[in-house]
């Protein structure tokens, strides 16, 4: 679900605030979308009311991440029992002019698939992000 529509209260909008910053920390000249999704019916139907999801864009394609776009979904359980949400995993996937080029996930391998792959010091960074995007949300107070 897009992250402008999952901040809902001030905690969740200060963490997706992180989220952008620690992302623009690994790679500066981004530019954030908070609303990735299109708002009609065929898309609203794969929207994953569980996830975050940001998209960012590089002023063009970028060489060492293999992609023009990249899309960030943060994954999400939430206990019915204990009520709590905590973060399971994050997706990325990167996108040029003719679709997915790669992608990565957390919950399995953490290793990329695809027709390109990042350069090895910007995978390597793009998973810091990722790490560092888990422990913020699954931080205790």
Known sequence: MNAAEQANNVEV??????VVNLFKAQFPDIRVDLKPWMNDPDTREWVDPDSIDIGFHFPGRSRLMQSRSILIQIRFYQDPLE????????????????????????????SFEGTTQPKPESAARLKSFCRQVLDLFNQTH
Request: aromatic residues 12%; glycine residues 12%.
């Open 13 to 18: 909008a200060s963490k997706i605030a992180s």
């Open 83 to 110: 009520g709590y949400r905590r973060a399971i995993g994050v997706e990325a996937a990167g996108y040029d002019h003719t679709g997915q080029q790669w992608k990565v996930s957390t919950v399995d391998k953490w």
